[in-house]
C-alpha cells in the first residue's frame, strides 16, 4: 500500500492550495483518511479526518472555517483544500489511513505517506 501526497508549495498568507492524497491496493471507501502535519520545530499535529463512506469531517480548532477536506471515490482520492492560509501552517503535510480522530492518531494508522511541503511567507 502507498499513499502519495500531492499539491503542496510556496503561498503568500492568504493564499490557497489544495492538497492531493491518493492510494493503490488501499480503498478510501473502507478507512477514514485524514492529513497531519509537522512543522519545523514542534510536534506532530493532526489536522483533518473524512470518512469516505458518509462524508463526515472532522478538523483541528485552528483551521476550522480555512481548511475542507473531500473524498472523491471515483478516483480513490482525498483532498485538502487549503483557504486563508497563514505563515503558522507552513508545515509539512502528510496523508495517513485509517484516521481515528483522537490525540496522536497517526501513531495508530497503517500507511502514512512520505508528506508534501507546504510554505506560507507572510
Known amino acids: 500500500v502507498q499513499l502519495v501526497e500531492s499539491g503542496g508549495g510556496l503561498v503568500q498568507a492568504g493564499g490557497s492550495l489544495r492538497l492531493s492524497c491518493t492510494a493503490s491496493?488501499?480503498?478510501?471507501?473502507?478507512?477514514?483518511t485524514g492529513w497531519f502535519r509537522q512543522a519545523p520545530g514542534k510536534e506532530r499535529e493532526g489536522v483533518a479526518c473524512?470518512?469516505?463512506?458518509?462524508?463526515?469531517?472532522n478538523y483541528t480548532d485552528s483551521v476550522k472555517g480555512r481548511f475542507t477536506m473531500s473524498s472523491d471515490t471515483a478516483k480513490n482520492t482525498v483532498h485538502l483544500q487549503m483557504n486563508s492560509l497563514k505563515p503558522e501552517d507552513t508545515a509539512v503535510y502528510y496523508c495517513a489511513a485509517p484516521c481515528y480522530w483522537t490525540t496522536n492518531w497517526w501513531l495508530w494508522s497503517d500507511y502514512w505517506g512520505k508528506g508534501t511541503q507546504v510554505t506560507v511567507s507572510s
Open positions: 473524512i470518512r469516505s463512506s458518509d462524508g463526515s469531517t
Open positions: 491496493e488501499l480503498s478510501f471507501d473502507d478507512e477514514a
